[in-house]
T-cell receptor
């Protein structure tokens, strides 16, 4: 049973526009959420995180929004750049040393 | 600072053979994790070491998989005997502590692509 779901396998966006990647989760005990970015033949790299006590966290062009009642989070990239083309993984964990659960990823294509 | 190193980067073996994957975490990182990604699906948790002890091995598929972490440093993941469904990319990750991991994520290696034929 997948606890973290990324229902869009891919997304294509024009350079300079906004990219919105979505993620849903089922476990209400999750209290930390993270986004990772992965280029081909590399491991995932951490991008941004948010704890469940917040509804927004921003880092430069990247903003993560959390809607706990809907069990939904999204990653906004503004403006999108061709170098942002990668697979983005949503991940979640509980406090207290529990493992991090990952989604299946969304492949983002940013067209120049 | 050296990152997380995994060896080999690729391995092709026949069904029934044995393969051992190695991971060298970032020096000083007590927490070491193994994950696997199969053909575009989610990155699935396998197990978690804290130093040399197995904290959580709930994701290990079956007893053909054996993980060790010698002296709390590098880790190995052995698959014996390998089956076709074991094919995938095996990622190792490390973090200094669980609190840091939740806020700043894990540092992943580049993975080992295992193909069982």
């Amino acid at each position: 049973d997948q606890q973290v779901k990324q229902n869009s396998p891919s997304l294509s966006v024009q350079e300079g526009r906004i990219s919105i990647l979505n993620c849903d989760y089922t476990n209400s005990m999750f209290d930390y959420f993270l986004w990772y970015k992965k280029y081909p033949a590399e491991g995932p790299t951490f991008l941004i995180s948010i704890s469940s006590i917040k509804d927004k966290n921003e880092d430069g062009r990247f903003t993560v929004f959390l809607n706990k009642s809907a069990k939904h989070l999204s990653l906004h990239i503004v403006p999108s750049q061709p170098g942002d083309s990668a697979v983005y993984f949503c991940a979640a964990s509980q406090g207290g040393g529990f493992k991090t659960i990952f989604g299946a990823g969304t492949r983002l294509f940013v067209k120049a | 600072e050296a990152g997380v190193t995994q060896f080999p980067s690729h391995s092709v073996i026949e069904k029934g053979q044995t393969v051992t994957l190695r991971c060298d975490p970032i020096s000083g990182h007590d927490n070491l994790y193994w994950y696997r990604r199969v053909m575009g699906k989610e990155i699935k948790f396998l197990l978690h070491f804290v130093k040399e002890s197995k904290q959580d091995e709930s994701g290990m598929p079956n007893n053909r998989f054996l993980a060790e972490r010698t002296g709390g440093t590098y880790s190995t993941l052995k698959v014996q005997p390998a089956e076709l469904e074991d094919s995938g990319v095996y990622f190792c990750a490390s973090s200094p502590g669980q609190g840091e991991a939740q806020l700043y994520g894990y540092t992943f290696g580049s993975g080992t692509r295992l193909t069982v034929v």
